[in-house]
């Protein structure tokens, strides 16, 4: 099964559970933008974009069932009801992707990362690192960000927003969700508007 397809049966478990799955789309639309760019600037350069978009799409899935823990429950909504097209190894990839996007982070003490191999659990963490910053860029659910630009210099990756509203909410959200990405990347992450028609 194509990755389309594979993203479509993720959006259909999303669907179920959520009523308006427009944030979710703008995290996805973000996160996979990220990686893309990511990539050109040297950064990830192997990283598939499937399990990122599959676990931006369901992250938010637990709320459904309580808004406090709702990343525990978006990971067991994935587990329990699976994915079309995704082996066992994914589906428990995108289940910690989701779980991870808020509060822990992974390591060895999370029972379900540990049972992934050494490069699945680098997927989780290149995943949670990227869906983060996504997440925050969407802090007040209006997909505000239309566009970003990345620019990485030296040890300093800057985000360069497009937008013709005001995203300093979504820039105080990246800002609270970053510090997992610079530890793992050892860069540090920056935020800032950008015109396009300057």
């Given at each position: 099964?194509?990755?389309?397809?594979?993203?479509?049966?993720?959006?259909?478990?999303?669907?179920?559970?959520?009523?308006?799955?427009?944030?979710?789309?703008?995290?996805?639309?973000?996160?996979?933008?990220?990686?893309?760019?990511?990539?050109?600037?040297?950064?990830?350069?192997?990283?598939?974009?499937?399990?990122?978009?599959?676990?931006?799409?369901?992250?938010?899935?637990?709320?459904?069932?309580?808004?406090?823990?709702?990343?525990?429950?978006?990971?067991?909504?994935?587990?329990?009801?699976?994915?079309?097209?995704?082996?066992?190894?994914?589906?428990?990839?995108i289940a910690c992707i989701a779980k991870f996007h808020r509060r822990?982070?992974?390591?060895?003490?999370?029972?379900?990362?540990?049972?992934?191999?050494?490069?699945?659990?680098?997927?989780?963490?290149?995943?949670?690192?990227?869906?983060?910053?996504?997440?925050?860029?969407?802090?007040?659910?209006?997909?505000?960000?239309?566009?970003?630009?990345?620019?990485?210099?030296?040890?300093?990756?800057?985000?360069?927003?497009?937008?013709?509203?005001?995203?300093?909410?979504?820039?105080?959200?990246?800002?609270?969700?970053?510090?997992?990405?610079e530890d793992l990347t050892g860069l540090q992450c920056r935020f800032?508007?950008?015109?396009?028609?300057?």
């Amino acid at each position: 099964m194509g990755t389309k397809r594979r993203l479509k049966e993720a959006a259909k478990l999303r669907d179920r559970f959520e009523k308006n799955g427009r944030h979710s789309d703008q995290v996805r639309r973000l996160a996979k933008s990220i990686l893309k760019k990511l990539k050109k600037n040297g950064l990830f350069c192997d990283e598939k974009s499937v399990y990122l978009e599959a676990g931006a799409l369901l992250h938010d899935i637990g709320q459904s069932v309580s808004p406090r823990q709702h990343h525990k429950h978006s990971r067991d909504i994935i587990l329990r009801e699976g994915l079309g097209g995704f082996k066992k190894k994914e589906l428990l990839t995108i289940a910690c992707i989701a779980k991870f996007h808020r509060r822990e982070l992974p390591g060895r003490a999370d029972p379900d990362f540990k049972r992934l191999p050494a490069r699945w659990q680098q997927t989780v963490k290149i995943a949670t690192a990227i869906l983060r910053i996504a997440d925050g860029l969407d802090r007040s659910h209006g997909s505000n960000v239309q566009k970003i630009r990345i620019k990485l210099k030296k040890d300093i990756l800057t985000f360069y927003l497009v937008s013709q509203l005001d995203v300093l909410t979504e820039i105080w959200g990246a800002l609270r969700k970053k510090q997992y990405f610079e530890d793992l990347t050892g860069l540090q992450c920056r935020f800032q508007t950008f015109d396009e028609n300057l």
